[in-house]
């Protein structure tokens, strides 16, 4: 078992930044591909970001390329999203997750370890 936690957000003007991170303990995360989610009220849970365990791939949603970041630090076991030139829309609560040895893919099931969220609030 693993368990993420996630921390660093918060409510920011537009134009803002802020850094979340995401702390795995139990197991390590260094061989698994990990991914940022977001999920808005009354939507669905989307697909924000993802990094191959290698740190080496990278891989971001449309709306959020050139703005936000991933990083991962695997002594550490910590990876990170850097979020830039924030929008009101993408105020969500932003979710990490680990995905599965087996899966190529960056769709929500293909993850199967989630932390409990953290919220992030961008005000006009």
């Known amino acids: 078992q693993v368990q993420l936690v996630e921390s660093g957000g918060g409510l920011v003007q537009a134009g803002g930044s802020l850094r979340l991170s995401c702390t795995a303990s139990g197991r390590t995360i260094s061989t698994y591909a990990m991914g940022w989610f977001r999920q808005a009220p009354g939507k669905e849970r989307d697909f924000v970001a993802a990094?191959?365990?290698?740190?080496?791939?990278?891989n971001y949603a449309d709306p959020v390329k050139g703005r936000f970041t991933i990083s991962r630090e695997n002594a550490a076991n910590t990876v990170y999203l850097q979020m830039n030139s924030l929008k009101p829309e993408d105020t969500a609560v932003y979710y990490c997750?680990?995905?599965?040895?087996?899966?190529?893919?960056?769709?929500?099931?293909?993850?199967?370890?989630w932390g409990q969220g953290t919220q992030v609030t961008v005000s006009s």
């Open positions: 997750a680990r995905r599965r040895s087996d899966r190529r893919t960056y769709y929500k099931d293909d993850f199967e370890y």
């Open positions: 990094i191959t365990a290698s740190g080496l791939g990278k």
